[in-house]
């Protein structure tokens, strides 16, 4: 049964490659793209928007690729209101099998006033025209009302109202700023079913902010006054505090179907795998206590729960580990566990890896298990991150050593790097060890990166935890986040430093018009 004949069906629309890439330094290559576009595609996501064709060649060229691909899935590339920000979606999504152009422009009147400095009565009309005009490249137009939920009431009824009437088959009621709570937006929704005579010829979407912590809440009281469609992200990613994280309005909906009777087609125990990924590749850490995806989410430590736990699980789980693609399994792993051991806990963890990259990941395992008394799972994801995010890279690191301490001043740090092929060495020093090595890298490849961010966190507990360190680099306008992680804190911070500098050898040009989300 399609999403529009079950008037109970949401459609989950993912802007994980277009607005969660939008936060600072969560920049994608088109690869890591691709390999997100199959994980989201494989989960079951109705809608991805793959990116803002206009933005950059980059931007345009993600979304290409990704529609080449992506059969399962309907494809998005975003434009503003002009012509050419359309013509250009609807080339980068010539190779769609379901391809859809969303629209947009401001509809509240500080934006109106202050960032397009237009008339009411002009924003009405490119509603219209723009509508119109991408809806001469597909049958599938969304149209969205940024800042909607700070838009005045009439004036948004008659722009919903003639975007239906030009041909859009979704409009969307983003609170771009993350300004309004449940009650607040529950009556929007509500008013505009009441109020635009032609809402039943489209489906109403809600794309909400998390700036208050209320874009998940917003979005499932919308479902309940009409919405039947959800823009989120993967963990939640996007601009400022980011969007609705899509595991958690998902997994609502699953576990509370008493009250919300409501289905998606996700297959949710895909989730983690999807969150793994997106972390590994933007470098942005999912915080412990974060709901469905984090570490502790199914943790228990207190002597209470755990006692509630071995009696029945149900005591202090709303929801299995098994339903997002964990699995409560007691295998400890050690120096003396076998390479089928260590497959199938990668299977557990949401990998899939090839003969070779296993073999490589195993014998990474056996290194890092000579170090440790034990090896946990945050070990596993850190070890196997940090090596998939370095294919093709250009720049390897070879060898480090690292003089430092009362005794040693200034410290002091040896590099070998391979470069192209080609290893190269030199001795450097600097205000401490780390920056002794970083400039060791400068000077066995010259840049003028700025370093912006530098961040270290143990992966688990203990004096032999891995350190994971994350590094972000900034040259030219474009920024890349850069990760490591090793039981030597100095070699987790080359190995970011250098993985950073990859990202930046493969980013290109980017100078976007006007950085503007739904």
Known sequence: MSARSDKNRIIIFDTTLRDGEQSPGASMNLDEKLRIAEVLEGMGVDVIEAGFPIASDGDFEAVNEIAKVVKDSTVCGLARATKIDIDRAAQAL????????????ATSELHMKHKLQLEPDEVFAKVIESVTHARSFTDDVEWSAEDASRTEHDFLCRCVEAAIDAGAGTVNIPDTVGYTIP???????????????????????????????????????????????????????????GNAAMEEV???????????????????????????????????????????????????????HQDGMLKHAGTYEIMTPESVGLKASKLVLGKHSGRHAFTEKLKELGYELGDNAVQDAFKRFKDLADRKKEV???????????????????????????????????????????????????????????????????????????????????????????????????EDGRTVIGTGADTDTMVASVKAYVNALNKLLLKR???????LSA
């Not at 997106?278 to 412990?288: E, I, L, N, R, Y």
């Not at 070990?379 to 370095?390: I, P, Q």
């Not at 600097?430 to 700025?450: M, T, W």
């Open 376 to 474: 946990f799972d945050e070990d596993l994801v850190a070890l196997v991150d940090d090596e998939v995010v370095r294919t093709n890279d250009r720049i390897r690191m070879v060898s480090l050593e690292v003089l430092c301490g009362t005794k040693h001043q200034p410290p002091k740090a040896e590099l070998e790097l391979e470069i192209d092929g080609e290893v190269k060495g030199c001795k450097a020093t600097g205000d401490g060890p780390v920056d002794a090595s970083f400039n060791a890298i400068k000077e066995l490849f010259p840049h003028e990166a700025r370093l912006q961010l530098y961040q270290v966190h143990a992966v688990t507990h203990g004096t032999d935890a891995q350190a994971k360190v994350t590094v972000r680099l900034e």
């Open 183 to 241: 009650e607040e937006f529950t009556a929007i929704i509500r008013m505009l079913f009441d109020r635009v005579p032609n809402i039943d010829k489209a489906v109403v979407s809600v794309h909400c902010h998390n700036d208050l912590g209320l874009a998940v809440a917003n979005s499932l009281t919308a479902v309940e006054a009409g919405a039947r469609q959800v823009e989120c992200t993967i963990n939640g990613l996007g601009e400022r505090a």
């Open 94 to 105: 010539k190779p769609a099998k379901r391809g859809r152009i969303h629209t947009f422009i």
């Open 509 to 515: 040009q980017k100078t976007a018009p006007e950085a």
């Open 250 to 304: 998902v997994m609502a909906l699953r576990t509370r179907h008493d009250v919300m009777p409501y289905t998606a087609a996700i297959k949710t125990e895909n989730i983690i795998k999807a969150s793994r990924l997106v972390s590994a590749v933007t470098g942005f850490a999912v915080q412990p206590n974060k709901a469905i995806v984090g570490a502790n989410a199914f943790a228990h430590e207190a002597g209470i």
